[in-house]
DNA sequence: CATTGGACCTGACCGC
DNA sequence: TGCGGTCAGGTCCAAT
């Protein structure tokens, strides 16, 4: 059993979270090794795995890109960062860059595998819970995601739509792969000033927003890169993409090739003749 | 306030 | 084969 041969943005986080809810809710920790220090942000690395060993995992939850899993009364929760994974495999099966693992009574245990190290892991009460969330955006899968809802949080708002859509606290879970996605989908131009926008092409970017979101769901995530010692299911949902990491390809829509720009110092990719830059 | 640039890490890949 | 440069799905912090 192996999940997370993903990247992880809302649809791979919403991923992992549904393996891990179908496969470890119920279970009691019995064990609870952190091999890099660094992962673990709050309480002391003795302190966190103390607290977790004994306790019962009672939900899997999501907010944004952060998973949070309620055990006994406190909440362990974890960000994947760019090159977090999660796998739920026999815990003496340790692949390269392990850093924290996981075991239960029975079962397949959770390993946090990141190559990268940006990946972090915390251990709250429900109060400390509500203070790492405090500043997150809406859930743009939650009802009331729309486009007057759009219209509201970007109005006055003069910096460029896809940094944006990037930041978690306007909007939780978008990051760069789908933001150009869903650009692309609702034929907006990048630069666009957000609070420039018209109602009506804010009702398309809420539509298109929802719909790559959805669709990744549907087809367990992205993934770009498998890994030769990485057994289970990767993603599918690249075959899906229609202008991320397509450069030089031409667009579906209309043929024109899919160009990489640089906005806000990430990579954005764009068809020139569906996105222009206006309202 | 908003925006920008750098930092944090490791590895893959490309051209020479 | 080796070396240097670039790139990577995210976030935080300091400087402007």
Same mark, same amino acid.
């Given at each position: 059993m192996l999940t997370g041969a993903v990247m992880p943005e809302l649809p791979e986080v919403e991923t992992i979270r549904r393996d891990l809810d179908a496969h470890i809710v119920g279970r009691r920790i019995s064990r609870a090794d952190v091999l890099? &220090?660094? %992962?673990?942000?709050?309480p002391a690395v003795d302190v966190f795995s103390r607290r977790l060993i004994g306790g019962r995992v009672r939900t899997v939850g999501r907010r944004g890109k952060y998973l949070?899993?309620?055990?006994? !009364?406190?909440? $362990?929760? $974890?960000? %994947?960062? $760019?090159s977090g994974r999660i796998y739920l495999q026999p815990a003496s099966e340790r692949v390269r860059h392990t850093r924290l693992v996981i075991t239960f009574d029975r079962g397949p245990a959770l390993h946090f595998v990141d190559t990268r190290r940006f990946g972090r892991a915390w251990l709250l009460s429900v109060? !400390?819970?509500?203070?790492?969330?405090?500043? $997150?955006?809406?859930?743009?899968? !939650?009802?009331?995601?729309?486009?007057?809802? %759009? /219209? !509201?949080?970007?109005?006055?708002?003069?910096? &460029?739509i896809k940094p944006t859509l990037l930041d978690q606290t306007i909007v939780a879970g978008i990051? *760069? #792969?789908?933001?150009?996605?869903?650009?692309?989908?609702?034929?907006? /131009?990048? &630069?666009?000033?957000?609070g420039s926008l018209s109602r009506r092409k804010l009702d398309d970017? &809420?539509?298109?927003?929802?719909?790559?979101?959805?669709?990744?769901?549907? /087809? =367990?995530?992205?993934?770009?890169?498998?890994?030769?010692?990485?057994? =289970?299911?990767?993603?599918? *949902?690249q075959e899906r993409l229609n202008v991320f990491r397509r450069t030089g390809e031409p667009c579906p829509r209309c043929g024109? #090739?899919?160009?990489? #720009?640089?906005?806000?110092?990430?990579?954005? /990719?764009i068809c020139p003749g569906c996105q222009r830059i206006h309202r």
């Open positions: 890099d &220090a660094s %992962l673990v942000q709050a949070r899993v309620q055990v006994a !009364e406190s909440w $362990m929760v $974890m960000h %994947l960062m $760019m109060s !400390e819970l509500d203070d790492l969330m405090a500043d $997150m955006g809406m859930e743009p899968l !939650e009802d009331g995601f729309d486009g007057p809802k %759009l /219209h !509201e949080l970007l109005r006055d708002r003069q910096r &460029a990051g *760069n #792969i789908y933001a150009d996605e869903s650009l692309w989908l609702a034929r907006i /131009h990048p &630069a666009t000033p957000a970017l &809420a539509a298109a927003i929802g719909t790559a979101l959805r669709t990744a769901i549907a /087809h =367990g995530g992205t993934s770009f890169r498998t890994f030769a010692d990485a057994r =289970g299911r990767p993603g599918r *949902n024109r #090739i899919v160009k990489r #720009i640089v906005i806000g110092q990430r990579s954005t /990719h």
